[in-house]
């Protein structure tokens, strides 16, 4: 009797302990694997979100990296044309005078393009004093309209496109500008440094501010005809 009352308390035990544990249902089953690929879903958008933010900021940067450079504390931008953006710099108030005085505004504005060799006002000053003052006369507008137009090459030549011309010179290349008469480039170390008719140097500070209408780049020294 003993021995049989044991088997009976343990087979009644082993079934206690099967219906604890039952074994997984397919609700069961499904319900995990829904949760599962809710899980996989939830970071495949996460990851698809992050991928999406990381090219937008790579664009954005790029973009960035191939904005127009300050001039005279201002934003020079390539949808306007040279004078548009030249009256904005604060370093450029000289020159648009002069410009508008020598009555050259609407050709700067046209369709172009053009290369311009921008004097800052610091490249004025450098003048025999008065000048300056004298080039603005009406008096002085066919001499003012010379120098002026000096500054100016048909045509877009950017940096990279200056710096391959004086390789193939052999070091020199010339540039015919609007007024007729030649300038000279060449590289002193990193700089590009213009050489006028009258042996006067002036070095590119500021290369490839570009325009609507052509490319700026600014100069240290104004450059002389003969």
């Not at 450029?92 to 005085?101: D, F, G, N, W």
Request: with cysteine; charged share 15%.
């Amino acid at each position: 009797m003993k021995n049989k009352l044991v088997i009976t308390l343990s087979a009644a035990a082993g079934f206690a302990l099967t219906t604890a544990c039952p074994a997984p249902t397919n609700s069961t089953l499904n319900t995990t694997t829904n949760r599962a690929n809710t899980n996989t879903m939830s970071n495949s958008t996460s990851n698809a979100m992050s991928n999406s933010t990381m090219n937008t900021n790579t664009m954005t940067n790029s973009t960035a990296s191939t904005a127009n450079p300050m001039v005279g504390g201002a934003p020079m931008l390539a949808t306007k044309d040279i004078i548009d953006n030249a009256v904005n710099s604060k370093d450029h108030t000289t020159l648009v005078a002069a410009v508008k005085a020598a009555g050259l505004v609407d050709t700067l504005k046209g369709a172009g393009p053009f290369t311009v060799f921008a004097p800052t006002n610091a490249a004025f000053d450098k003048l025999p004093k008065g000048t300056v003052e004298t080039l603005v006369k009406p008096e002085s507008k066919a001499t003012l309209t010379k120098i002026l137009t000096y500054h100016v090459v048909p045509g877009k030549q950017d940096a990279a496109s200056i710096a391959k011309a004086i390789e193939a010179g052999k070091g020199k290349a010339t540039f015919k500008t609007v007024q007729g008469e030649e300038l000279t480039a060449s590289m002193e170390g990193k700089d590009v440094v213009l050489t006028d008719a009258k042996g006067g140097k002036s070095k590119v500070t500021i290369a490839d501010v570009m325009q609507s209408n052509g490319v700026i780049h600014v100069v240290d020294t104004v450059l002389m005809p003969k």
